[in-house]
């Protein structure tokens, strides 16, 4: 990291990067659980989610890229492995055992409510001290915002779908 771009900082950078390499962590799982949901889902409207769970791990594998490259600008070193992306987020990974659409979108809106405590977090920690880090984290916590109204959408369909289908 440049020196004057470290000495702009008002805050600690380890904390900063620790708390960064869990944000990565947590985009990667995302990442794969939104991919891997969209190749499994199963039951109606399948086809429009899995439509938007592919847009949306197009996203947070960009998210990722994003968090990697603030991570190395301050120094630090990404998340090097799988295990250690699932040790360090503080999202839980949802594997797409079931793979009913209902389970999936439930799953996927806990992770992004999990993410955007995330973001918002970091834009806490860097407030008026880093705004670099500070304007990323916003401009995450954006997506992730409209990623959660995307597939709350999506679910209130879904048990529109349902309902009205049983009588």
């Known amino acids: 990291m440049g020196t004057r771009a470290r000495e702009i ?9 620790k708390q960064l390499n869990q944000a990565y962590a947590s985009e990667w799982l995302a990442y794969y659980q939104y991919w891997l949901g969209a190749k499994v889902i199963k ?15 197009t996203e947070e594998l960009s998210h990722a890229v994003l968090v990697s490259n603030r991570i190395i600008q301050l120094g630090g070193t990404p998340a ?25 979108l439930d799953q996927n809106i806990s992770g992004e409510q999990c993410a955007i405590s995330t973001y918002k977090g970091l834009m806490d920690f860097t407030k008026d001290k880093d705004m670099v880090t500070y304007n990323m984290a916003l ?3 954006e997506q992730e ?5 995307d597939l709350q959408s999506l679910r209130e369909d879904l048990d529109l779908m349902v309902v009205r289908g049983s009588k």
């Not at 900082?9 to 990067?17: E, F, I, M, Q, T």
């Not at 090097?80 to 389970?103: F, I, Q, R, T």
């Not at 915002?145 to 109204?149: A, K, S, W």
């Open 9 to 17: 900082l008002g805050l600690d950078v380890n904390a900063l990067l």
């Open 145 to 149: 915002v409209e990623h959660e109204e």
């Open 139 to 141: 401009t995450i916590l």
């Open 43 to 57: 039951g109606p409207m399948k086809d429009a989610v899995a439509a938007e769970l592919n847009l949306h791990a």
């Open 80 to 104: 090097l492995s799988p295990k250690d992306w699932y040790d360090m987020s503080p999202c839980k990974y949802d594997a797409p055992a079931d793979p009913y659409v209902a389970v999936l």
